[in-house]
């Protein structure tokens, strides 16, 4: 596979709900699949009860037409984005660690076997939901690495884990350490931003988000041609021959 910013071969997603996927890391998705990667988004959930505010405010609303809204939206914005998309379905506000769902996240992430993972930080007070993600693919990615589980399967190797921005990331103690250039495929993000009708309201703040990071990305030795950037945190060290 072709390398790009987020690391060589395949990427894998994993987000707690349909939408979180496409403003925090969807000019990730872009980049990397415009580079030739495979990218592959685990939704983990639609998001239906907590993150679908547009829908809830119609008439005679269900909870099973919100997840067909929202798996259309996520699958429409995911196709626009140049990823695969799954969803496993299991219910959000509150989200639960079930042992099912440590086993599904587990098998997906030796089947597509990801030189590099992206999901949420390891705090949101806001949204528990988040937090718990982190700790179920930093579980997962544990027990995917281990030689004695399922010998159906191989074991990854030392897979790089990035968090994506939070919402508030003062609270979340997000402190990004990449600033990935996402100017090339900045108006394909927003495309697909534009479907997600459920959550419509924050375009507007992603979008100028990419322009801050930007301007951030240009003054931490960044090109001058970077117009548009997305935050991440590494969980792990990156491994070098050279200082740099």
Not at 158 to 177: G, R
Not at 183 to 206: C, D, N, P, T, W
Request: with cysteine; charged share 20%.
């Amino acid at each position: 596979m072709t390398a790009s910013a987020t690391g060589r071969g395949p990427v894998l997603v994993v987000s707690a709900h349909a939408a979180d996927f496409v403003w925090r890391a969807g000019g990730a998705v872009a980049l990397s699949a415009s580079r030739g990667q495979q990218v592959h988004v685990l939704c983990l959930t639609f998001g239906e009860k907590g993150e679908s505010q547009g829908l809830w405010k119609q008439p005679g609303m269900t909870l099973e037409r919100v997840k067909e809204a929202r798996r259309d939206e996520a699958s429409r914005a995911a196709k626009v984005l140049g990823a695969e998309i799954e969803f496993l379905d299991v219910g959000d506000y509150p989200l639960r660690a079930t042992d099912a769902l440590y086993d599904s996240v587990t098998a997906t992430i030796r089947r597509i076997n990801p030189a590099t993972i992206i999901t949420h930080p390891v705090k949101d007070p806001y949204n528990l939901d988040h937090s718990l993600t982190h700790e179920i693919v930093l579980r997962s990615r544990m027990v995917a690495q281990a030689a004695g589980h399922d010998r159906s399967s191989q074991p990854i190797g030392a897979t790089q884990v990035l968090q994506f921005e939070p919402h508030q990331p003062e609270q979340c103690d997000f402190v990004p350490n990449l600033l990935l250039d996402i100017s090339e495929v900045f108006e394909r993000k927003v495309e697909a931003m534009r479907i997600m009708g459920a959550q419509g309201h924050l375009v507007a703040y992603y979008t100028d988000l990419g322009v801050r990071r930007g301007v951030q990305a240009v003054r931490n030795g960044g090109p001058r041609s970077i117009t548009h950037a997305e935050a991440f945190q590494r969980v792990f060290p990156v491994v070098g021959s050279e200082l740099l």
